[in-house]
Protein backbone atom coordinates (compact mmCIF):
# COMPACT_ATOMS: atom_id res chain seq x y z
CA UNK A 1 0.00 0.00 0.00
CA UNK A 2 1.25 3.42 -1.02
CA UNK A 3 -0.10 6.99 -0.19
CA UNK A 4 0.49 8.82 -3.48
CA UNK A 5 3.08 11.20 -1.23
CA UNK A 6 6.31 10.72 -3.38
CA UNK A 7 9.44 11.13 -1.06
CA UNK A 8 11.76 11.71 -3.81
CA UNK A 9 13.23 10.95 -7.56
CA UNK A 10 15.72 8.37 -8.16
CA UNK A 11 18.15 7.99 -10.72
CA UNK A 12 18.12 5.20 -12.85
CA UNK A 13 22.04 3.55 -13.03
CA UNK A 14 21.35 0.66 -15.00
CA UNK A 15 19.60 -1.31 -17.32
CA UNK A 16 19.56 -5.28 -18.31
CA UNK A 17 16.97 -6.86 -20.58
CA UNK A 18 17.72 -10.05 -21.74
CA UNK A 19 14.58 -10.58 -23.58
CA UNK A 20 11.60 -8.60 -24.48
CA UNK A 21 9.10 -9.25 -22.00
CA UNK A 22 12.00 -9.38 -19.05
CA UNK A 23 13.63 -5.95 -17.56
CA UNK A 24 15.81 -5.34 -14.48
CA UNK A 25 16.99 -2.00 -13.53
CA UNK A 26 19.24 -0.59 -10.95
CA UNK A 27 18.05 2.76 -9.07
CA UNK A 28 20.17 4.67 -7.17
CA UNK A 29 17.74 6.09 -4.09
CA UNK A 30 18.04 9.57 -2.29
CA UNK A 31 20.22 9.44 0.83
CA UNK A 32 16.51 10.06 3.33
CA UNK A 33 14.62 6.94 1.18
CA UNK A 34 17.67 4.78 1.49
CA UNK A 35 17.69 3.42 5.68
CA UNK A 36 17.13 -0.26 6.70
CA UNK A 37 15.95 -1.69 2.67
CA UNK A 38 15.41 -5.51 2.84
CA UNK A 39 14.90 -7.18 -0.19
CA UNK A 40 11.11 -8.46 -0.84
CA UNK A 41 10.07 -4.84 0.04
CA UNK A 42 8.03 -3.00 -2.09
CA UNK A 43 8.97 0.36 -3.88
CA UNK A 44 7.11 2.50 -6.31
CA UNK A 45 8.29 3.59 -9.20
CA UNK A 46 6.50 6.33 -11.04
CA UNK A 47 3.72 4.87 -8.97
CA UNK A 48 4.17 1.31 -10.09
CA UNK A 49 4.78 -1.25 -7.08
CA UNK A 50 7.84 -3.15 -7.57
CA UNK A 51 9.61 -5.75 -5.31
CA UNK A 52 13.75 -5.24 -4.49
CA UNK A 53 15.54 -7.75 -5.46
CA UNK A 54 19.48 -6.84 -4.60
CA UNK A 55 20.88 -3.56 -2.66
CA UNK A 56 24.00 -2.67 -2.65
CA UNK A 57 23.87 0.72 -0.53
CA UNK A 58 22.31 2.99 -1.96
CA UNK A 59 21.65 1.43 -5.63
CA UNK A 60 19.02 -0.71 -5.37
CA UNK A 61 17.67 -3.37 -7.74
CA UNK A 62 14.46 -4.55 -9.24
CA UNK A 63 13.36 -7.07 -11.63
CA UNK A 64 9.98 -5.93 -14.52
CA UNK A 65 7.95 -8.49 -15.96
CA UNK A 66 5.81 -8.39 -19.18
CA UNK A 67 2.87 -7.49 -17.65
CA UNK A 68 4.51 -4.23 -15.89
CA UNK A 69 6.53 -3.66 -19.03
CA UNK A 70 2.84 -3.85 -20.96
CA UNK A 71 0.82 -1.49 -18.69
CA UNK A 72 3.48 0.60 -17.15
CA UNK A 73 6.04 3.70 -18.40
CA UNK A 74 8.78 2.19 -16.74
CA UNK A 75 10.24 -0.28 -19.97
CA UNK A 76 10.91 3.24 -21.29
CA UNK A 77 13.46 4.03 -18.85
CA UNK A 78 17.54 4.83 -20.04
CA UNK A 79 20.15 5.14 -17.72
CA UNK A 80 19.99 8.77 -16.20
CA UNK A 81 16.35 9.18 -16.26
CA UNK A 82 14.25 10.18 -13.05
CA UNK A 83 11.69 7.92 -11.20
CA UNK A 84 9.23 9.12 -8.39
CA UNK A 85 9.82 6.51 -5.58
CA UNK A 86 7.98 6.01 -2.72
CA UNK A 87 8.35 3.11 -0.33
CA UNK A 88 5.73 1.66 0.93
CA UNK A 89 3.17 2.70 4.04
CA UNK A 90 3.71 1.58 7.20
CA UNK A 91 0.34 0.81 10.05
CA UNK A 92 -0.22 4.36 11.50
CA UNK A 93 1.81 6.57 9.02
CA UNK A 94 -0.09 9.61 8.27
CA UNK A 95 -1.99 8.98 4.84
CA UNK A 96 -1.20 12.54 3.44
CA UNK A 97 -2.58 11.42 -0.07
CA UNK A 98 -5.04 8.81 -0.65
CA UNK A 99 -4.56 5.02 -0.44
CA UNK A 100 -2.94 3.48 -3.59
CA UNK A 101 -2.27 0.07 -4.82
CA UNK A 102 0.55 0.41 -6.55
CA UNK A 103 -0.90 -1.38 -9.74
CA UNK A 104 -0.63 0.69 -12.63
CA UNK A 105 -3.55 0.37 -14.69
CA UNK A 106 -2.46 2.33 -17.81
CA UNK A 107 -0.88 5.01 -19.25
CA UNK A 108 -1.29 8.45 -21.14
CA UNK A 109 -0.29 11.28 -22.52
CA UNK A 110 0.53 14.71 -21.40
CA UNK A 111 -1.54 16.66 -24.26
CA UNK A 112 -1.10 20.52 -22.94
CA UNK A 113 0.80 22.09 -19.87
CA UNK A 114 -0.17 25.90 -18.48
CA UNK A 115 2.31 27.29 -16.74
CA UNK A 116 2.18 30.69 -15.10
CA UNK A 117 4.17 32.55 -12.16
CA UNK A 118 2.45 31.04 -9.67
CA UNK A 119 -0.02 28.38 -11.63
CA UNK A 120 1.34 24.93 -13.07
CA UNK A 121 -1.56 22.81 -14.83
CA UNK A 122 -1.31 19.60 -16.83
CA UNK A 123 -3.58 18.42 -19.08
CA UNK A 124 -3.93 14.65 -20.01
CA UNK A 125 -5.97 12.44 -22.27
CA UNK A 126 -8.26 10.85 -20.56
CA UNK A 127 -8.13 6.86 -21.80
CA UNK A 128 -11.69 6.02 -23.05
CA UNK A 129 -12.09 2.49 -20.43
CA UNK A 130 -11.20 4.83 -17.78
CA UNK A 131 -13.88 7.31 -18.55
CA UNK A 132 -16.46 6.67 -15.47
CA UNK A 133 -13.88 6.50 -12.83
CA UNK A 134 -12.29 10.22 -13.62
CA UNK A 135 -14.32 12.82 -11.71
CA UNK A 136 -13.93 16.41 -11.09
CA UNK A 137 -12.10 16.89 -7.81
CA UNK A 138 -11.85 12.99 -6.94
CA UNK A 139 -8.39 11.37 -6.57
CA UNK A 140 -6.29 10.06 -9.09
CA UNK A 141 -2.56 8.63 -9.15
CA UNK A 142 -0.27 9.86 -11.97
CA UNK A 143 3.47 8.60 -11.70
CA UNK A 144 2.52 7.49 -8.33
CA UNK A 145 1.53 11.17 -7.34
CA UNK A 146 -2.16 11.51 -4.69
CA UNK A 147 -3.59 14.13 -6.87
CA UNK A 148 -6.80 15.75 -7.03
CA UNK A 149 -8.61 15.92 -10.47
CA UNK A 150 -9.33 19.68 -12.11
CA UNK A 151 -11.71 19.81 -14.94
CA UNK A 152 -12.65 16.48 -16.80
CA UNK A 153 -14.28 17.52 -20.31
CA UNK A 154 -13.73 16.46 -24.37
CA UNK A 155 -11.92 13.24 -23.55
CA UNK A 156 -9.22 15.37 -21.26
CA UNK A 157 -8.93 16.06 -17.53
CA UNK A 158 -6.46 18.35 -15.78
CA UNK A 159 -4.39 18.62 -12.43
CA UNK A 160 -3.21 21.67 -10.90
CA UNK A 161 0.19 21.29 -9.16
CA UNK A 162 1.69 23.28 -6.29
CA UNK A 163 4.96 24.36 -5.90
CA UNK A 164 6.04 21.41 -3.60
CA UNK A 165 4.37 19.13 -6.06
CA UNK A 166 6.70 20.46 -8.70
CA UNK A 167 9.77 20.72 -6.54
CA UNK A 168 9.27 17.05 -5.11
CA UNK A 169 8.58 14.98 -8.04
CA UNK A 170 9.47 15.04 -11.80
CA UNK A 171 6.44 16.76 -12.94
CA UNK A 172 8.40 20.57 -13.51
CA UNK A 173 9.99 18.47 -16.23
CA UNK A 174 7.26 16.95 -17.98
CA UNK A 175 6.03 18.14 -21.31
CA UNK A 176 3.22 17.14 -24.13
CA UNK A 177 4.40 13.96 -25.08
CA UNK A 178 5.10 12.48 -22.02
CA UNK A 179 3.46 9.23 -20.75
CA UNK A 180 2.27 9.22 -17.44
CA UNK A 181 1.70 6.04 -15.36
CA UNK A 182 -2.49 5.97 -14.48
CA UNK A 183 -3.82 4.74 -11.21
CA UNK A 184 -7.54 5.27 -10.27
CA UNK A 185 -8.88 5.50 -7.11
CA UNK A 186 -9.76 2.36 -5.76
CA UNK A 187 -12.73 3.77 -3.81
CA UNK A 188 -14.52 5.54 -6.91
CA UNK A 189 -14.02 2.20 -8.98
CA UNK A 190 -16.15 0.21 -6.29
CA UNK A 191 -18.80 2.83 -6.00
CA UNK A 192 -19.29 3.23 -9.86
CA UNK A 193 -18.93 -0.97 -10.50
CA UNK A 194 -21.36 -1.60 -7.40
CA UNK A 195 -23.48 1.24 -9.22
CA UNK A 196 -23.50 -0.64 -12.80
CA UNK A 197 -24.36 -4.15 -11.30
CA UNK A 198 -27.28 -2.81 -9.30
CA UNK A 199 -28.56 -0.66 -12.44
CA UNK A 200 -27.94 -4.08 -14.57
CA UNK A 201 -29.74 -5.97 -12.57
CA UNK A 202 -32.82 -3.67 -11.91
CA UNK A 203 -32.94 -3.97 -16.16
CA UNK A 204 -33.66 -7.09 -15.93
Known sequence: ????????????????????DFRRHTIELPEHIAHSLQIGASVAHNGCCLTITEIDGRRVSFDLMAETLAKT?????????????????????????????????????????????????????????????????GFIGLDGCSLTIGTVRDGEFCVHLIPETLRQTLFAQRDVGDVVNVEIDSQTQAVVETVRRVLAQKSL
Open 73 to 137: NLGSLKVGDGVNVERAARFGDEIGGHVMSGHVMTTTPIVRVERSELNHTIWFRLPENLQDFVLEK
Open 1 to 20: MFTGIVQGVATVVAVEQPTA
